[in-house]
């Protein structure tokens, strides 16, 4: 017996020798190994206390039984009691690699900032009643002071259908049968986020949820992209970000209007204007942090440029060459390209196999760098055009997969993202709201890090889901794996600054404050939670 159980632990350590995080688990100072023991006693006691299948919680299919890593939407609330959440919230994460700046600030924030703003109108195409609050979308549109209205309501019977009302009006005067101004709150909010009845009931496809999640942003849109909500919308997104322990971010926008709203209500500010605001927000706060002697707890920012994957040939060339006048203007700031939108329903990457050639023909004429960071394999699907797509990031030479989900399916791609240091940009409460898996002991995770291939833990389009930061992703995964120890929260942290778009020395220095602020943490662990 005591020769097979040998042979059983050498098999073990065999099968998980490839996984990233097995040297670092293997180099653990003797401070990180306490933490570690810390780590796993919590989490076995509230599987124990919490997560044991007696307690019971209200879902859309009626009460269920809690474990670790379940739907995020029906455990959030459980989660952010937890004594694990509260002590991965003081951790050090690294860097974000994969977020839509549309979708990374609070809905209640983004609403305050709108109502800030007498130039904001809102309209419905209908008057706002108890039988279509849940299904009359709001429109945003910042108007130019010579068209502003003073029309009083959304609710009243003589409501003019898609007629502008002035957003502070519209929420003052929301119909107190329907809740009044926190009403109107609930109404704009909804429209804005994914709610468990609908990613667990009504909209429990993949198909259906992103009918869901692409109306967020078309809501959104109107009031994003107006200048004066943009520029305190990036301030909000990097002070939260460096609130959760975020150093770093690589946000993802959405170049496909060529204009954005100016504060006088005409649509008129060139994407250039756009990456100056941002770099002026950006540079605010990490001068205010330096003030404060807190330089290590952000190192920066570069930015990620966007445009939808249904856009014709022609319009793609045009964003592209766009993309390379960007880089060159803000070297420092453009870290790469990608497309974003529903792979399963728009346009698959071999589609646009040709300007994306050309694009890095282009890039060696000009003397500049902008890596493919593509969207791939985001879908459930086994062959499938979204499936496909993570053969053709490859050969395109995408720096890192976004998301990824269904190259677990494909050893050979594995391999060589193993071989050729190709991170995946994992998302995982993401994933599961999006359902792609029901929960998180079904996602892949496991199989893609135990087959070597690094991931850096992302949190997409948090504002929609309600997890923002990354500790919600940090927890989910950690809680469902007893695999998972701090070497591998430690790996993910590592990860996202290895394969950032960062240069060799801005990386020295990301990784030099992280190893600081990773001491002040372990030391936190250590003293307070022994």
């Not at 990613?199 to 994003?224: P, R």
């Not at 590592?494 to 394969?499: A, R, V």
């Amino acid at each position: 017996m005591e020769s097979y159980l040998k042979n059983r632990e050498e098999l073990i350590l065999q099968d998980r020798a490839l996984r990233p995080d097995h040297a670092s688990a293997r180099s653990l100072s003797a401070d990180e190994l306490k933490a570690d023991q810390i780590l796993r006693r919590i989490r076995k006691h509230e599987h124990h206390t919490i997560w044991n299948g007696q307690r019971q919680v209200m879902h859309i299919h009626g009460p269920q039984q809690m474990f670790p890593g379940m739907e995020f939407l029906t455990a959030r609330e459980t989660i952010v009691r937890t004594k694990l959440f509260e002590l991965l919230l003081q951790m050090p994460k690294g860097g974000l690699l994969h977020a839509h700046l549309d979708a990374t600030v609070r809905t209640d924030i983004l609403l305050r900032l709108a109502l800030d703003q007498p130039a904001l109108h809102i309209r419905a195409s209908a008057p706002i009643t108890k039988g279509n609050l849940r299904t009359v979308l709001p429109e945003f549109r910042a108007l130019p002071e010579v068209e502003w209205t003073t029309h009083a309501s959304l609710t009243a019977a003589l409501y003019s259908p898609n007629s502008w009302v002035p957003i502070k009006n519209a929420r003052d005067s929301f119909q107190a049968e329907l809740g009044g101004p926190g009403g109107f709150d609930r109404w704009v909010i909804d429209a804005l986020m994914i709610n468990p009845s609908e990613a667990y009931g009504t909209h429990n496809t993949t198909a259906k949820i992103w009918e869901k999640f692409q109306s967020i942003f078309t809501v959104s849109d109107g009031l994003i992209r107006f200048a004066p909500l943009w520029t305190r919308w990036i301030r909000e997104f990097l002070l939260s970000s460096i609130e959760d322990g975020i150093s770093y971010v690589e946000p993802r926008i959405l170049f496909l209007k060529k204009y954005m709203v100016d504060e006088d209500g005409k649509e008129d500010i060139p994407h250039r204007a756009w990456l100056q605001m941002y770099e002026r927000v950006l540079n605010e706060v990490k001068d205010e942090l330096k003030e404060q002697g807190r330089e290590d707890e952000f190192i920066g920012s570069k930015i990620i440029y966007t445009t939808i994957r249904n856009v014709s040939l022609e319009q793609l060339e045009w964003h592209l060459e766009d993309c390379l006048a960007l880089k060159q203007e803000f070297p420092h700031l453009v870290a790469g390209f990608d497309l974003v939108g529903h792979e399963d329903s728009l346009t698959p990457l071999i589609e646009y196999a040709k300007p994306f050639l050309k694009f890095v023909e282009r890039q060696k004429e000009l003397g500049v760098d902008v890596p493919f960071l593509f969207h791939a394999g985001e879908t459930i699907t086994d062959g499938g055009p979204a499936d496909l797509n993570l053969y053709d990031a490859i050969l395109l030479g995408s720096k890192r997969i976004g998301h990824g989900f269904s190259i677990h399916k494909h050893p050979k791609l594995m391999e060589i993202c193993r071989e050729k240091g190709i991170c995946i940009e994992m998302c995982p409460i993401s994933n599961e709201v999006l359902r792609l898996t029901g929960s998180m002991p079904m996602h892949p995770l496991p199989a893609i890090i135990n087959q070597g291939v690094h991931v850096a833990l992302c949190s997409d389009d948090p504002s929609a889901f309600g997890n923002m930061g990354l500790s919600f992703d940090f927890f989910q995964v950690f809680v469902a794996s007893e695999v998972n120890d701090l070497s591998t929260l430690r790996q993910f942290v590592w990860d996202s600054i290895q394969y950032s778009c960062l240069d060799d020395v801005e990386k020295q220095h990301a990784f030099a404050a992280l190893e600081r602020r990773w001491a002040k943490f372990i030391k936190r662990i250590v003293d307070n939670y022994s």
